[in-house]
């Protein structure tokens, strides 16, 4: 989490995860190197974000979080300048962090 995540001028309601995309949503590059353009058709894809802000009623997630969801399934929202997405807890489909126990799945259903 970055300083200026840290000093985000909103106080989320409810069950809402607010959420800063890791990379760009343009090319990617596959694990052998090659380069994949954005203009490329590929299936369902579901897309990691770092939470950076959590409502009062979230119980899974915690702000530095990565969350796994469906990035078609999102609102935008921009802040200081920079991009954000908020995202209902409901809407994650599994979290990874290290307070996650072995024998946990990490999974929020």
Known sequence: MTADDKSLPIRLLHDRVLVRMEGSEGERRSSAGI???????????LAWATAVGVG?????????????????????????????????????HAVAAERIENDSTGLYL
């Open 35 to 45: 380069v994949i353009p954005a203009t490329a058709a590929v299936g369902k894809r």
């Open 56 to 92: 009062p009623n979230v119980r899974a997630i915690v702000s530095g979080d990565r969350v796994l969801f469906d990035p078609d399934d999102r609102s935008e929202v921009e802040l200081h300048g920079r991009g954000y997405v908020l995202l209902r807890e409901r809407d994650v």
